[in-house]
């Protein structure tokens, strides 16, 4: 998550305790390279924002990449 800076404290007084991360699934049959199911599988790990996907949907390629936050 993205917060906006508190510019009165100083970087040592700042928490960093949550950082989004992309996880990329590959090997994937052709038929699940979309959003819906590169949503499934980022579910299965944790509560998944985006999936990084065409327009269409479609996210062909050799892999599959979601986002998390609050990891």
């Known amino acids: ?23 990329k699934v590959f090997d994937l049959p052709l038929g699940m390279m979309d959003t819906k199911n590169g949503m499934l599988l980022g579910n299965r790990i944790r509560e998944a924002l985006a999936v990084d996907a065409e ?7 050799g892999f599959v990449r979601s986002t998390f936050a609050n990891c």
């Open 1 to 23: 998550m993205v917060v906006e800076a508190d510019r009165s404290k100083r970087v040592k007084d700042l928490e960093f305790n949550h950082i989004p991360i992309w996880v």
């Open 55 to 61: 327009e269409d949907g479609s996210a062909m390629g």
